[in-house]
Every structure is written in structure tokens, then in C-alpha cells.
């Protein structure tokens, strides 16, 4: 059985636990609220714009399967998400260096000036501009933890 004590801190917890949880909810509501016009400007909608973000210049190419995984999707979808932003001259598919089986894709040079244009929207976001820039480092770090290996 537990103990006053005990009970009153997993309480605790939780109220805290909550408390992050409605906050990360709200910050998502007002990053989405944030990115609306850039995205209609770029004529991107929510998941082609995260299909965008997860094609980091920095990782490399991706092949559909490891873009499936960080989106968290299934890769039938991602031939669909590919396909139109290939359309739109923002992403280009290539083999893999180590086995031509398998399709590599990168984002073009106007794909990265989409992606690079995305992240300057919420960078310069008045969301962020509010926090010094230590607090800035802060809450990137906190963030960073709670989203490693995920």
C-alpha cells in the first residue's frame, strides 16, 4: 500500500504530466497556426510539409521505408506523399549507393528552399522570439529529450 507521501507525489506527477501535456498540445495548435500561411504559399498541405521536414539534407536520402518510419506511416502512403511532391519539383528519387533495389530520395534544390522556409517560419515565430535566447537553448534541450529515439 502506499504511503501518503507516496500517493501525494505520484499526484504531483501527474498534475505535472498534465500540465506539460496540455502545453505541448497548445504549442502544436499554434505551430500549426503559426506555418498556415507559408504553407499555402509554398501549396503544401500538413503531411507533405512533414514529409518535407523528415527529408533532412543533414540525414541524407531516405528510401520510402525509413521515410515511413518517421512519419510514422504506412510507406503506401509515402508513394502518395512522394508523388506529389515530386510533382511539384520538391523532391527527386534516386537509387541507394549500396543497392540500386532500392529508391533513394532527396529533396531538390527548390525542395530544400521549402524545407529551409518552413523552419525560418516558426524560428522567427513570435512563439519563440519571447524567450531569451539561454531559454531558447533551454526548451530546445528539454524538447530534444523528450523526443530521443523517437
Known amino acids: 500500500m502506499k504511503s501518503s507521501r507516496d500517493l501525494a ?3 504531483e506527477c501527474t498534475a505535472s504530466a498534465r ?7 497548445q504549442l502544436h495548435v499554434a505551430l500549426a497556426r503559426e506555418l498556415r500561411g507559408t504553407l499555402v504559399e509554398l501549396g503544401l498541405t500538413v503531411p507533405l510539409a512533414d514529409a518535407l521536414w523528415q527529408l533532412d539534407p543533414a540525414r541524407g536520402p531516405a528510401s520510402r521505408r525509413e521515410l515511413a518510419e518517421r512519419l510514422r506511416c504506412d510507406p503506401s502512403n509515402v508513394t502518395f506523399l512522394v508523388d506529389r511532391l515530386e510533382d511539384r519539383g520538391l523532391v527527386s528519387r534516386g537509387h541507394a549507393t549500396d543497392d540500386r533495389r532500392i529508391v533513394a530520395l532527396s529533396l531538390t534544390p527548390a525542395g ?3 524545407r529551409e522556409r518552413l523552419i525560418g517560419t516558426l524560428a522567427r515565430s513570435a512563439l519563440f522570439s519571447r524567450l531569451t535566447g539561454a531559454q531558447q537553448r533551454q526548451l530546445a534541450a528539454l524538447l530534444g529529450r523528450c523526443v530521443e529515439d523517437g
Do not use: G, L
Request: aromatic share 8%; glycine share 0%.
Open 112 to 114: 530544400r528552399r521549402a
Open 9 to 11: 507525489s505520484t499526484q
Open 19 to 25: 500540465r506539460v501535456a496540455q502545453s505541448a498540445y
